[in-house]
Structure formats: C-alpha cells, structure tokens
C-alpha cells in the first residue's frame, strides 16, 4: 500500500507541476506580471507563493513543524519576482524541494507523524492536504493563462468541442491501467 501511495501521489504532483510549466510555455513574460484588479493575484505571485509552502512544509518535514519560523507567508502575496526567469526558479525550488521530501519517504518513515501549524498529520494527509493545496493554485494558474490567451490557448485536456470524438477512441481500445503520467514520473528519476 505504501509504495502504490508514494508513487501515485507523485504522478499527481508531478501532472499539476506540468499543468503550470504548460501553461507558462503559452504566455509571454508579461502575462505572468498581469493581475486582473489590484487585490487579486498574477500567476507570478501564485508561484511566489506555491514556492514559499513549500520551502516551508518539506524542507526537513519529518523532524520540524511544516510552518517554519523563517517563512513569511505575508510577502508571498507581494509583487517580488520581477522577472520570467527569477519566476520559474522560485517554481523549480519549490517542486525540488517537494519532490526530495517525497523520495525519502520509505518504510522505516512511512508512520511517521509530521506536523503542520502543530496540527497532526499522518504522512497520507500532510500530501494530500498539500496535493489540493497546490491543484487549486495550478488552476488559478492555467485559469488565468486561458483569460489572457483567449482564442489562442492551447487546451491542456481534451479541447471544447472533442469530447465525443476523444471518447471515441478511448472506448475502441481494450480496458486497460491508467497511464497518463507514467512518462512524466519516469522523466523526474
């Protein structure tokens, strides 16, 4: 059961991670800065902060709370990335820093209680809880990118208008395992 878990919680990251990395490829560096009003968020700032939680929440989660002293969620909200580059470094730390976190887990660590806010998480529910943490922000991202390309976005699924046409060929093809992220997870070791 573990393993199962631990591998399929990391096809989940890594399918929103490239959700956004997607969606960055469709814009120019000046869409990343663009904010709908001045109170919402660009998708710059959205990476600010995915990157802040999760600095904080894996950076030695098994041993220390994930909210970590050093953190200043506030900032996380402020316009501080000035630039595509310095925005898809933040991203990258982030995931990297998720990502090793998820590969230290084992057997010997699987029941390990962690804390976040010293609140008790089973390893199970700290990951989830960060998986619908970081897709609803991978949404606001792809939302966002889908506004501003209008008729231009490239659709990351299944384009309006092909559902009958993709469904089609699934079901001509035998049931079989799911693999829609077997290439991403294979890309990451």
Known sequence: MEENYLIDIAKQFEYYKLLGEKTFAQLKE???F???NPESNSIAIIVNHLSGNMLSRWTNFLHSDGEKEWRNRDQEFENLINTKTQMLKKWDEGWKCLFYALDSINKENFNTTIY???QEHTIIEAFNR???HY???VGQIVYIGRMIQGSDWVSLSIPKGNSKDYNKKKFSKEKHKAHFTDDILKNRQ
Do not use: T
Request: charged share 20%; aromatic share 14%.
């Open 116 to 118: 976040i806010r010293n």
């Open 130 to 132: 960060q998986l619908a």
């Open 135 to 137: 897709a609803m922000h």
């Open 30 to 32: 000046d869409d990343l």
């Open 34 to 36: 663009w904010q709908f």
